[in-house]
């Protein structure tokens, strides 16, 4: 590949990136187009911002200062370099292989274009000149035994594009498949998630101990000043000094305890700060990635065989990366991939496991829901099925999932923070309530979209002599296990954090039910209203209009807003009554939010009649916009 040729394709993949925007609107257009102008500007200020930050914080700095900066700089670069990852790879390829192997251009030289393609992003457009300008910072402020510092950032930021390029590609072949694209992303997303608690978790432990400490240390200064005031009391009952010269001792005792405490919470001060900078150097020494703070660290006490190491360790490893990535890249294209729709005939399951399974899965389908009609019903099981094998739901359902988790162990472990809440009991049913609003909001992708997931399926509820009002009770329906079970989940956990009486409890539980119907109400609306396609394996619109997209943003937000308005004038009642009386009314939020779910179930079954005659005459304009979009 000639020089020319790689410039060509270049401008050839920024006019791309222009004209999927373009299809947006010109307000996406010329959003997109100055975002990558403010990138590339930002370069190279971001390059001036790195040497004067290194001027500012690290003038005269030794081993552990450095350690700790670069340590910073080094995990704030890799959270946006994944967070960027992660958003390219529920993306297509813009310029892929396939579309570059018929041009005269060597399997090398696409191999090449495409991994520097990937250092075309905004976390390495943002903190690769930083750094160096880091970098150069300490060389001006400790000399040139820093020289080593500027070939460890760049076999540092070489080690992981070169990792991340070869993973992507690994996960590329994955994905291929459709049917593992989902599972793919969704399972990355949960294991960034999970790992990015890590240092929170640590911190929550170390200050732990910290608190821990500092309250042995007060009361043990409690003590010392307990003795020594008591000691001058039996001096003073004794007559053996005066009132006056007491006084004096009392001051000069409070003044000496004082000193000998601060001196000892120093002391722990100090040895944290030992302990955690011994942590870090360990995990550093381990971890290759955490060999570029160590390395520079070592270069300040003028160590440089072990930089050295740590250099051509890193270049290896990128080179070795690499390596492995162009030799997949070969086997696919000139061996063929041996995986995906290349199975063995032997990996088809038999028809008898094929028929037995759908037997299984048509009983599921067929099930009734008591009270409801039956074609309503199975809408309901078929809608929330097609619902929970969605990539795209498993995308927006792994969130409040996580949360739940997070917020269930630091709630069960961290005992001593439960004990410092001091919500008023008067006031805690409002957390249930406000709990079950933001589940209902993490599910509003899907309650304000209902059709979108459908895409082509949509056709099987045009052609089908349903009636309207049950298509849209039987979707309506198939939210309610996400909705209800998260919210339960979020209750039973704040009722077991800071308890209240049954009958609040049982009012809070009724919430549930009637918060769920208004917001269905509003996302049929929504839904008939504002159709939007999504591409498969993602929740991006297949055909995005920036302004468009913030305007029905806005007025979600307001309508989500106004959902809670009876909820809040149930509670608000309830509470002004029981600080007038000064009497606990849990009975009456009960028979309030009871008396609220039956007007609200009322006029949403007078609503749903109107809502399915507008489905009705909506029906062709929702299935254009939802059907037929492109892979």
Known sequence: MTWGQFVALLKLRIRLSLNQAKKGGK?????????????????????????????????????????VSWTIVGCVFLLFWTIGLLTELQQSELLSMDRLLHLPISLKGVFFLNYSSCLLNISFLMFAPGMLGFAVAMIYLQG???????????????????????????????????????????????????LAQ????????????GRQSRKQVDQTSANRLKSLRRFNQIAFENDAISIDA????????????????????????DRRKARMTQQMKTICTWFPLGWLPLGIAYLTEGIVTLPLIFITVLFTAGIVSLSYAYRS??????????????????????????????????DFMYRRIPWIPDSASVVAFSSFRALVRSPEAKLILVLPSVLLVLFFGSSFFAKESISRITISESLRPWAGVGSV?????????????????????????????IQRKHLLLGKNLSMAPLGFGLSLGFILILTFIAPVGPFKVLAVLMQVPTIFLLFCLIGNYFSIGFPMGIKRGTMQPSNPRILYIILISIVMAISMSLILIPSTMVFGVSWLVEFVTQQDVGWL???????????????????LD??????????????????????
């Open 198 to 209: 890590v240092p929170m978790m640590y911190m929550r432990g170390v200050e732990k101990q």
């Open 246 to 269: 007491k006084l004096a001792l009392d001051d000069a005792v409070i003044s000496k305890n004082k000193e000998i405490r601060e001196a000892e919470i120093r002391d722990i001060r």
């Open 144 to 194: 040139i035994k820093l020289l080593l510092s500027i070939p460890l950032v760049i076999g540092f930021l070489f080690l992981v594009s070169a990792i991340t390029y070869h993973f992507r590609g690994w996960v590329g072949r994955l994905m291929e498949n459709k049917k593992y694209r989902g599972n793919v992303i969704v399972i990355m997303t949960l294991i960034f998630v999970l």
């Open 610 to 631: 109107q809502q399915a005659q507008w489905l009705w005459k909506r029906e062709s304009d929702i299935l254009l916009e939802v059907a037929n979009v492109p892979e």
């Open 589 to 607: 939020y009960l028979v309030l939010s009871v008396f609220e779910f039956a007007i609200v179930a009322a006029v949403y079954d007078r609503m």
């Open 27 to 67: 307000f996406a257009y010329y959003l997109t187009a100055g975002l990558m102008l403010i990138g590339f500007l930002f370069s190279t200020t971001s390059l001036i911002l790195g040497f004067a930050g290194g001027l500012a914080f690290l003038e005269g700095a030794g081993f552990e200062k450095v350690l």
């Open 329 to 362: 890249t070969l086997n696919r294209y000139l061996v063929g991939d041996q995986t995906g729709s290349n199975r063995r005939k032997s990996d088809t399951p038999k028809i008898d496991n094929l028929d037995s399974l759908s037997v299984k899965k048509l």
């Open 437 to 465: 609003a933001g589940v209902m909001f993490m599910l509003s992708s899907f309650m304000f979209n209902m059709f979108g997931l459908d895409r082509d399926g949509f056709r099987a509820f045009v052609v089908t002599p």
